[in-house]
Nanobody, 119 residues
């Protein structure tokens, strides 16, 4: 069982910034692509961003492109999601995920962290 632990969620006003972190087990961090997903109340969980195992390539949902940045520091076993210019529609529980095909079918999930953006 791989345990992913998110942190950094909270409440912020529209236009503000937050940085989410995901602590990843050592063996997982250098082996898998990592991603972030989010789930708003009453909606399905949706893809936000992903990063390859070595950080060489990233991929974003259109809704966050230009505002969010995913990065990873394998030496610290941590994946980050920097969120800028936040909007109320970004309000959701954000989940860290890991897997060989993280965009379409992650193998492992974190427990989630709440992000609330007020107008």
């Amino acid at each position: 069982q791989v345990q992913l632990v998110e942190s950094g969620g909270g409440s912020v006003q529209a236009g503000g910034s937050l940085r989410l972190s995901c602590l990843v087990p050592v063996r997982t961090c250098s082996s898998y692509a990592m991603g972030w997903f989010r789930q708003a109340p009453g909606k399905e969980r949706r893809f936000v961003a992903s990063i390859s195992w070595n950080g060489g390539s990233t991929y974003y949902a259109d809704s966050v492109k230009g505002r969010f940045t995913i990065s990873r520091d394998n030496a610290k076993n941590t994946v980050y999601l920097q969120m800028n210019s936040l909007k109320p529609e970004d309000t959701a529980v954000y989940y860290c995920a890991a897997g060989s095909r993280v965009v379409t079918g992650p193998d492992y999930w974190g427990q989630g962290t709440q992000v609330t953006v007020s107008s």
